[in-house]
């Protein structure tokens, strides 16, 4: 059984930063594709960015030139760097793997909220 733990949410004023972050209970090799998601109340749950195990990034058009993820497999952590943040970016951001060994997993998801 694959765990995901997510860090890092928090309150921060439009324009503001955070840096979120995904530990997984296994050596992240294991995962072919890692994702970060997130859902805002009432919505679907969209995709906002992706990374390989090859470190081949995509992102959201919503997010990109405002978020970069990234991944320390010597951690087995993935992180979203998350700068100029604007309101509608609040919502549950949630991690997640893809790989062919323990199949796909979620984490339990933390909270980022933009507000002044």
């Known amino acids: 059984q694959v765990q995901l733990v997510e860090s890092g949410g928090g309150l921060v004023q439009p324009g503001g930063s955070l840096r979120l972050s995904c530990a997984a209970s296994?050596?992240?090799?294991?995962?072919?594709?890692m994702d970060w998601h997130r859902q805002a109340p009432g919505k679907q749950r969209e995709l906002v960015a992706t990374?390989?195990?090859?470190?081949?990034?995509t992102y959201a058009d919503s997010v990109k030139g405002r978020f970069t993820i990234s991944r320390d497999n010597a951690r087995n952590t993935i992180y979203l760097q998350m700068n100029s943040l604007k309101p509608e970016d609040t919502a549950v951001y949630y991690c997640?793997?893809?790989?062919?060994?323990?199949?796909?997993?979620w984490g339990q998801g933390t909270q980022v909220t933009v507000s002044s």
């Open positions: 997640n793997a893809n790989g062919i060994i323990y199949g796909q997993s």
């Open positions: 296994v050596n992240i090799f294991s995962f072919y594709r």
């Open positions: 990374i390989s195990s090859g470190f081949t990034t």
